[in-house]
């Protein structure tokens, strides 16, 4: 059984920082690309930052410079270290994991974890 859960989401200040988990079990974790998006209310989910199983990052202009994606293949975790938080963070953080090969595409979500900036 897949399970992603993700943890460290919270109230925060503007200007604060707040580091997210994800924990995987039941996937090969180095062979995914680990993703986080974020869904605010009434506004469509999008994504944040993603780590691929060959350790390439990539960023949503919004946040870079402020958000660091990480990942610790020994404990099957990624991290979304996020600072210089805007009240426009605000929402539903995911992580997803996510496999391709040449037969299929293989894609896990979390349950997600609240974000709230207040100004």
């Known amino acids: 059984q897949v399970r992603l859960v993700e943890s460290g989401g919270g109230l925060v200040q503007a200007g604060g920082s707040l580091r997210l988990s994800c924990a995987a079990s039941g996937i090969i974790f180095s062979d995914n690309d680990m993703s986080w998006h974020r869904q605010a209310p009434g506004k469509q989910r999008e994504l944040v930052a993603v780590t691929t199983s060959g350790g390439r990052t990539n960023y949503a202009d919004s946040v870079k410079g402020r958000f660091t994606i990480s990942r610790d293949n020994a404990k099957n975790t990624v991290y979304l270290q996020m600072n210089s938080l805007k009240p426009e963070d605000t929402g539903v953080y995911y992580c997803?994991?996510?496999?391709?090969?040449?037969?299929?595409?293989?894609?896990?979500w979390g349950q997600g974890t609240q974000v709230t900036v207040s100004s």
């Open positions: 997803k994991a996510e496999r391709r090969t040449i037969l299929r595409t293989t894609a896990y």
